[in-house]
């Protein structure tokens, strides 16, 4: 039986790995590293309230088989660049070094579409240099997704988003080809690739959007 650490459980796509997670018998307990105490309790939550600022200090509490990586940001919730830069680069390589000095098995992680360290957008070139490091910490497994516009019902409303997944959506038979990453993607779908992936090794890093909806589950 193993035990799960997850990071952002309250997202679109970690709250369905919660929910996947509590379900799945091959897991005996699931670390919820959080701000706040969660609105539910089961009997493999382990809660632990967090100060992401100081990570450090939880290195004890960091260790298990698998850790699923869903926190993000955006630019009107964290407007300040050092904050923002600490919530899309830090966090993300600071939590999995110290996985990985805990011999953590498998680090799954939530990149972005078009991901990539020399981008001229601040959340894309975040991301990429994310991926880049995560590469260097030779995990046995190691997972990185790149979704594209995330289809599910999320906390707090994003009408820009919204209105480019509905534009998206009905373009989407046009996307062809190398364009086939650009479709829309159901957050659960996402959510299931992510812990599938953790069980086995599929001899690759990074998953772009279609392959993660292509991909066929055990």
Known sequence: ???????????????HILFKLIKNNSYHKIKLFVRSDPKMNDKKLEI????????????EYIKGDDCFFCI??????????DEYR????????EIAQIAKSNSVN??????????????SSTYLKNKGEVEEELK??????LGILRPSF???????????????ILFFRMISPLFLGPLKKMKPI?????AEVMINISQRSYNKTIFESNEIAELTLN
């Open 72 to 81: 993000g940001t955006t630019k009107k919730k964290a407007p300040n660049n």
């Open 106 to 119: 498998s680090f799954v992680y939530v990149s972005s579409i078009s991901a990539n360290p020399k981008s």
């Open 136 to 141: 260097k910490l030779n995990f046995p497994i």
């Open 186 to 190: 159901h957050s659960e779908k996402v």
């Open 48 to 59: 632990i309230k967090t100060d992401f600022n100081n990570l450090k200090n939880y290195k």
């Open 150 to 164: 995330l289809m599910g019902k999320r906390k707090e409303k994003r009408i820009f988003e919204k209105i480019g």
């Open 1 to 15: 039986m193993k035990t799960a650490l997850l990071f952002g459980s309250s997202g679109l796509i970690g709250s």
């Open 86 to 93: 600490r919530v899309e680069y830090e966090i993300p390589l």
